[in-house]
């Protein structure tokens, strides 16, 4: 309508309804990318989250807010403050007594001053000598009540929010019979909880009756506790945040103020509580140091906010069994960060949850891990890096011309197209291209001339890829591309060739068979050795149990063999420089793969002379071949070793 006018300002309703949601696919992606760097997949997660998306908004990021805001509180000030403004009072109100009587004559005075003159030193012990005594000055009296008075309502203010008038009002007798009496009624109703009895009516009724001191308005038994318990262990903290001598006086002072009975009912209170809430850190102090003294509400109310970021903190440390993000309760975050911080965490937890819910990732036992159909991603991202290179230039020493050896010859042909490896058909291809062009010399060849024999493919193939998982391998940088290539092999025969049977063997100082997801998430070794032996033994015995496959075994490895199987007890026995019985024990291993037929070929990363040797002798004996690439064409070279062996020997 004319005339109306607007303003614009940050949106302040809750999460950015514009801001764009988190690309799921991009995160799994990320995690990948990690992964294939030779990072640990778990930790690839965990920083996922740890970091946030495009590297911000991350738990990190929110923990160290926590830790910073943790930090100020610490530093808020002295913890003995009521203790020492107890003392100050005290003072004041002796220093105008002494003041009074100083103007009177007689023995009564005179016998005050020395009641003054002889108070204990304790400020505590003091108050409570005084509680009998007859004021002179009318200023000291009530100075003197301030001390009562004021604690007494810091105290029941912290326990009770919305009590403290009533507290101040306490001196007054039907004032205490009404504290007393809530008190009484609080602690019958926590005990008929405590025994697990039906309090449903009960606590109507308590709220019904004593609901203004509860401005939070719990909607049952278990809220109300929440709430109390949470200061009650806060009070405990302050006092065990004390010294000794400290946490003597305030208790005296708060005993005096409180009197016997409130006193009595407040202690019930306390053990209904811890009994009932015995998880809360009821035990724990902490070194609050300041120069501004804080008062009993003060002291707490900053030892409620320090234990409520700790408790903030360890869910957003995600560290033990089970973590999720749903732990983390967005509305404490908000009370303690602010609305950003919660937006994050929400948006935290939404990305968690959509990972979840469209199967990228699954929880187990140790936390959030890759699912399967996340592990397919990964491993076809690893081969589109592998064909990427295959097709972006020379293929160096390997020959993958496969003519006639992709299969037997059919008989039949069919046409050209881009791509194909089958031999060419030249009768069909000239007799095609006599046709369109007339008989003539030289004939004349056109692209659509050309035909191609059809062949029948052979036997499968048995794929043993056995890749090293020895300490050197992660700390000369040759993990993520090991990676890399096993997945980049696993997913093209899963995809390409699933007549072929692929068993990817890790060795350190013993073998193991590895299905995807534990090489995805396989760490390296911290064992020295590295038991070649153990992986060709493990290889020989998937092979054997494919007879009718071309059997091949791929060796990724980057140092000689140093350890093997003790034929006796089979423990993997470890000695540097390799013994001649690891060497013997693995090239026993090596005859049996060549008297069974397998295609063994050894993959050399970095330039060792001893492993050099060594694999140039095991390619002569095995008649198979070596191959020192580079660490970024090791998948190349072993997905075009694959493509070429399966073909069978020449």
């Not at 949601?21 to 778990?42: C, H, I, K, T």
């Not at 003197?144 to 029941?156: A, E, H, N, S």
């Not at 407040?266 to 724990?284: E, G, I, K, M, V």
Request: glycine content about 8%; aromatic content about 6%; hydrophobic content about 40%.
């Amino acid at each position: 309508m004319a005339g109306n006018r607007f303003r614009y300002g940050q949106w302040r309703g809750g999460p950015d309804p514009l801001a764009p949601p988190y690309d799921v696919r991009a995160a799994v992606d990320a995690v990948g990318s990690e992964v294939l760097a030779g990072g640990s997949l778990r930790e690839a997660l965990r920083d996922l989250l740890r970091r946030g998306p495009q590297g911000r908004g991350g738990l990190d990021d929110l923990a160290a807010r926590a830790r910073r805001l943790r930090r100020e509180a610490l530093r808020r000030g002295d913890l003995d403050g009521a203790v020492t403004r107890a003392q100050a009072l005290l003072d004041q109100a002796l220093a105008a007594e002494r003041e009074e009587l100083r103007g009177r004559d007689g023995d009564d005075a005179r016998f005050a001053e020395a009641v003054l003159d002889n108070l204990p030193r304790s400020t505590a012990r003091a108050v409570e000598e005084l509680s009998g005594y007859d004021w002179a000055s009318d200023e000291a009296r009530q100075t003197y009540q301030r001390i009562l008075d004021g604690l007494r309502g810091d105290v029941l203010e912290q326990r009770f929010a919305g009590l403290r008038d009533a507290a101040r009002a306490a001196a007054d007798p039907a004032a205490q019979r009404q504290l007393a009496e809530m008190m009484r009624d609080l602690n019958d109703l926590l005990a008929r909880h405590a025994r697990s009895e039906d309090t449903t009516d009960a606590f109507a009724e308590f709220m019904r009756r004593h609901g203004e001191f509860f401005p939070e308005r719990p909607k049952d038994v278990e809220e109300l506790i929440d709430v109390l318990a949470r200061r009650s262990a806060a009070g405990e903290r302050l006092m065990r945040s004390l010294s000794d001598r400290q946490r003597e006086e305030l208790a005296g002072l708060m005993r005096q103020s409180l009197g016997e009975q409130l006193a009595g009912e407040l202690s019930q209170l306390d053990a209904h509580l811890r009994s009932l809430r015995p998880d809360l850190n009821w035990q724990r102090g902490e070194r609050v140091r300041g120069d501004q003294p804080l008062g009993y509400g003060e002291a707490t109310g900053a030892l409620g906010e320090i234990a409520e970021l700790d408790e903030l903190l360890d869910s957003l440390d995600q560290d033990h069994p089970g973590a999720t993000l749903d732990d983390i309760d967005v509305e404490a975050v908000a009370r303690t960060l602010g609305r950003d911080a919660a937006d994050d965490a929400r948006r935290l937890r939404e990305l968690e949850r959509e990972l979840r819910r469209q199967g990228w990732v699954t929880r187990d036992a140790e936390g959030l891990t890759l699912s399967p159909k996340a592990l397919r991603r990964l491993a076809g991202t690893a081969l589109r890096r592998v064909f990427a290179d295959l097709t972006a230039g020379p293929r160096g020493q390997h020959d993958l011309r496969s003519a006639g050896a992709a299969g037997e010859v059919s008989g039949a042909s069919r046409q050209w197209e881009y791509g194909d490896e089958q031999p060419l058909d030249v009768v069909r291809t000239l007799t095609r291209a006599v046709r369109r062009a007339g008989p003539g010399v030289p004939v004349q060849l056109a692209v659509d001339d050309f035909e191609v024999m059809e062949t029948e493919r052979r036997a499968s193939a048995a794929v043993a890829l056995c890749v090293d998982l020895s300490y050197s391998m992660i700390s000369q940088g040759r993990w993520g591309p090991m990676k890399q290539t096993a997945l980049a092999l696993s997913h093209l025969m899963a995809t390409r060739f699933p007549q072929d049977a692929l068993q990817i063997i890790g060795f350190g100082r013993e073998a193991m068979p590895l299905t995807q997801h534990e090489l995805a998430a396989v760490e390296p070794d911290m064992e020295q050795g590295t038991n070649l032996q153990h992986a060709l033994r493990l290889a020989g015995r998937y092979l054997r149990r494919h007879p009718g496959a071309e059997p091949v075994v791929l060796v990724v490895t980057d140092g000689e063999p140093t350890a093997h199987l003790d034929p006796e007890d089979g423990e993997a026995y470890f000695h540097w420089p390799p013994l001649p019985e690891t060497i013997e024990a693995t090239i026993r291993e090596v005859d049996k793969l060549t008297r069974y037929g397998a295609t063994l070929n050894l993959f050399m990363l970095g330039d060792d002379p001893g492993l050099r040797r060594f694999v140039d002798a095991v390619a002569r004996r095995s008649k198979g071949r070596m191959f020192t690439p580079d660490l970024d064409d090791l998948g190349e070279y072993v997905v075009s070793d694959y493509l070429r062996a399966r073909r069978g020997r020449r």
